[in-house]
């Protein structure tokens, strides 16, 4: 069984934070000749083998590296688990600078820490990463998916999900889930966040975006036109909907207060700091939340089939086309119920995990 809640992390012990969200293993990864330091979090794998991506970040420090992996490892097996994926929660993260470490070698090198898992992990591509850097993984074992040569990038169905799901959230909070003329700020345009402005600029929204590296920010406003919003200003902008797209925790107690905007809807993972507090500072400041695991799942369904071996794009897009749906069902839940909309995901989320545990235990 695991919980409904997320605990605050108290402490610095490896033990303790994995005992407080319920993982199951951490594994730490170390190379010398090719520098590679990284870590996977496998959280439950009640449901299936535990599949979620790897990113590359350069942390602060090596707690923190921890601290996002464990949240992120959990967040995978909600995600999967609403999504309806007969699959556990995983993640991987590599501490470094992507621009200036990544290469074939460390790739294949931690394609081989993989291996050594036997299949209780399958990784694919997240932050940072490119279906290039799944071809060196795949050189060294068969536990990866998001391959050019099968499902490819999972980042347009990522978008497309986050996309439905804030056309849902729109609907609840303004009456029709049309998103043309709305004022929508994607923080954040990497590979989700590039396919998800595409989508708005398709249906006239008036968009405007931020991201840490300048270089992206140009590329886009280029392409599509749209305004650049500098990162100090982000939380202070006047918008109808904010996309938070790049990493999480940017909904906390400093963010929240500043908010101008009705919706918040995007594709990063973990975007509350504390899922209860800030939950329920959302609702205190008339902001519709929609839950992140949920809306962003469209990404690990295309690799799922992928890994299933019977990967059909259409279906795909079939079933991350059902978020709006779900979330729909879950901000009703919320409203009715007097919870948070990220506690009414998790209910489903969890109730499903519990449920598929006693079908299995009765065998």
Not at 134 to 163: H, I, N
């Amino acid at each position: 069984m695991i919980e409904t809640q997320d605990p605050e992390v108290r402490t610095v012990s490896i033990f303790d934070q994995m005992t407080e969200m319920e993982h199951e293993q951490l594994a730490f990864c170390h190379d010398k000749d090719t520098g590679l330091k990284a870590i996977i979090g496998i959280h439950n794998t009640v449901l299936g083998p535990a599949m979620g991506g790897t990113r590359m970040w350069h942390y602060e420090n090596e707690q923190e590296a921890i601290r996002d992996v464990l949240r992120l490892s959990r967040g995978m097996t909600l995600k999967n688990s609403i999504a309806g994926l007969n699959i556990g929660g995983g993640k991987a993260v590599i501490i470094g600078d992507a621009r200036k470490l990544k290469n074939e070698a460390l790739m294949r090198r931690f394609g081989r820490f993989v291996h050594s898992l036997g299949g209780r992990y399958w990784t694919a591509e997240d932050v940072n990463m490119t279906t290039r850097d799944m071809e060196y993984v795949r050189m060294e074992t068969p536990y990866v998916t998001g391959l050019p040569d099968a499902s490819g990038d999972p980042s347009p169905v990522t978008a497309y999900g986050v996309y439905v799901g804030m056309k849902a959230t729109a609907k609840k909070a303004f009456g029709n889930d049309s998103l043309e003329g709305k004022r929508v700020l994607v923080q954040g345009v990497g590979n989700v966040g590039t396919y998800l402005v595409e989508r708005l600029v398709d249906e006239k929204a008036k968009v405007f975006v931020s991201d840490i590296f300048e270089d992206k920010l140009k590329a886009i406003a280029d392409k599509y036109n749209v305004t650049v919003i500098d990162p100090s200003e982000v939380y202070d902008f006047d918008c109808d909907i904010y996309a938070p797209c790049a990493l999480g925790a940017t909904l906390n107690d400093e963010s929240i207060p500043k908010l101008k905007c009705s919706v918040v809807a995007g594709g990063a993972n973990n975007q509350l700091d504390d899922e209860v507090k800030h939950g329920r500072m959302l609702i205190d400041r008339n902001i519709l939340y929609a839950p992140d695991f949920l809306i962003n799942s469209g990404g690990i369904t295309n690799v799922y089939y992928e890994q299933q071996g019977n990967y059909n794009r259409d279906r795909v897009y079939a079933q991350t086309e059902r978020i709006y749906e779900v979330c729909s069902e879950v901000l009703n839940f919320a409203e009715a119920n007097d919870i948070t909309s990220h506690e009414s995901a998790m209910r489903l989320a969890v109730k499903r995990i519990n449920d598929i545990g006693k079908v299995k235990l009765a065998y």
